[in-house]
């Protein structure tokens, strides 16, 4: 198999291939790993019971998948990575603003995988747990340098293997010994129950900045709706499954919290090379898509600077500086790791939400899906350097938001006022939302007939 050989540039009809189908099994892989698994522990961290755990967990993940595989569905159409298209919305040099908040998000995400991969194959490993982390973060440079075909491969793979090891999983969760009562509607609490809904959607949008990216290559007629359902229901019941077994297993395993990955180990199997296979599989899967968004961003934000070919060196090059860093980063390791998971999803949220409102406001609204391809690369094309409507209404958003977060770092007042209860999510998704929209229909829109390039 060939190294891949586009990066950021149009995907010409003549290499384009592959099912939707296929869609189904990358983002149920995406999801089948240890780190979803924890983001389970969440609700209960929060003091919800199993009832509203799970309530919580199923709600947010069919409400933030809606947004999640409504970008996908740009990709056949579009034939570009996800964050390149938010040129259209930014300009060529604004959408540098949102992907620098993006690519903090792939390094948090690389060092969450990495640490809890690390943790789980501790006692197994004769390695220190630096020499782990190397090993690791080597692992995901070679499989993302490869590229596209074989990130698809490797997640179908992993996520028939994932059926049968976290159906194991599962069964012997539920039939450990927990309190009836936790399957019942007692103990409600709106605040808590809210902030869990919002993990799950932070969860599902978290893979909207690169979701596009695993479509990019479907035939330009592929439907839209398949391309939408099938990246909808992989990632709902992926994200769903992993996120319930967590909660379910917090309950049922006594500190399970404090080492997920070990924890679950001993329920795959004791820590048998099996299990300890499938777990540090499932870690290197999920942070190839980091590693590989996060070359993606980086030649995002140089190529507007600079005319860039990227070859095979030269993508080596970029993927071993950005996996250095954030190997190098997993090394501080944390001492409450749930804590600082907790607040990095809501920090994820505060950003994302407005950047996901804008671009597929931009995107079903106000264009259609019609955009001149070869102008989101052109800084004096239609799309412009910078749309400061874009930046503008993304940057107020983030500053509306601060009144209405609630995490371990800062509590706003409004959230005080409203006892716990973090409505910045439904703030980040309704302001930019309507503010876009508005202004950018005030201003006009450059009306253009659909190009594939």
Not at 106 to 133: K, M
Not at 246 to 253: H, P, Q, R, S, W
Not at 422 to 435: I, N, Q, R, S, Y
Request: hydrophobic letters at 55%.
């Amino acid at each position: 198999m060939n190294v891949e050989k586009r990066s950021i540039d149009f995907i010409p009809e003549t290499e384009r291939h592959g099912e939707p189908r296929s869609l189904f099994f990358v983002w149920f892989g995406a999801n089948a790993n240890i780190t979803t698994v924890a983001a389970g522990v969440l609700p209960v961290s929060l003091g919800l019971n199993l009832f509203w755990s799970a309530l919580s967990i199923l709600l947010g993940s069919l409400i933030g998948a809606v947004f999640m595989a409504s970008h996908s569905a740009q990709g056949p159409r579009l034939g570009i990575p996800q964050m390149i298209q938010s040129r259209a919305q930014f300009g060529v040099f604004g959408a540098i603003v949102p992907l620098l908040f993006v690519m903090l998000i792939y390094l948090g995400f690389f060092v969450s995988n990495t640490l809890l991969a690390t943790q789980a194959v501790a006692a197994s490993s004769p390695l220190s747990s630096e020499a782990n982390i190397v090993l690791l973060g080597l692992l995901c440079f070679l499989v993302a340098l490869f590229g596209y075909k074989l990130i698809h491969r490797l997640q179908k793979m992993l996520s028939l293997v994932s059926v049968v090891f976290f159906g194991i999983a599962t069964l012997f969760a539920l039939a450990l010994p927990i309190d009836a009562q936790q399957w019942t509607t007692q103990g409600f609490n709106l605040a808590s129950f809210l902030a869990s809904v919002s993990i799950a959607v932070t969860w599902q949008l978290s893979y909207a900045p690169y979701v596009a990216d695993y479509s990019r290559y479907l035939p330009t007629h592929t439907s839209a709706r398949q391309v939408f359902w099938y990246s909808y229901t992989g990632t709902v019941i992926g994200g769903s499954w992993m996120m319930l077994l967590g909660a379910i297993l917090t309950k049922g395993v006594t500190g399970f919290s404090d080492n997920v990955g070990l924890h679950l180990l001993s329920v795959l199997g004791g820590g048998s090379l099996l299990a300890v296979a499938f777990v540090l599989y499932g870690q290197i899967a999920i942070n190839v898509f980091n590693l590989y968004g996060a070359f993606m961003s980086t030649v995002t934000v140089i190529e507007p600077f600079a005319a860039l070919k990227v070859t095979a060196k030269v993508r080596a090059s970029f993927m071993l500086i950005i996996c250095a860093v954030a190997t190098a980063l997993c090394t501080m390791a944390q001492d409450d790791f749930i804590q600082f998971f907790l607040n990095f999803i809501f920090f994820m949220s505060y950003f994302l939400i407005p950047w996901t409102a804008i671009n597929l406001v931009d995107y079903y609204a106000l264009r259609k899906g019609v955009y001149k391809i070869a102008d989101i690369f052109d800084p004096s094309g239609i799309y412009g350097r910078v749309n400061w409507i874009a930046i503008g209404v993304f940057l107020a958003t983030i500053v509306l938001e601060i009144p209405f977060m609630n995490t371990s770092l800062y509590v706003g007042p409004i959230a005080s006022a409203l006892q716990g209860i973090d409505l910045a999510w439904v703030v980040g998704l309704l302001f930019p939302a309507c503010a876009y929209y508005g202004l950018m229909s005030r201003r006009g829109l450059v009306v253009i007939k659909p190009t594939k390039a």
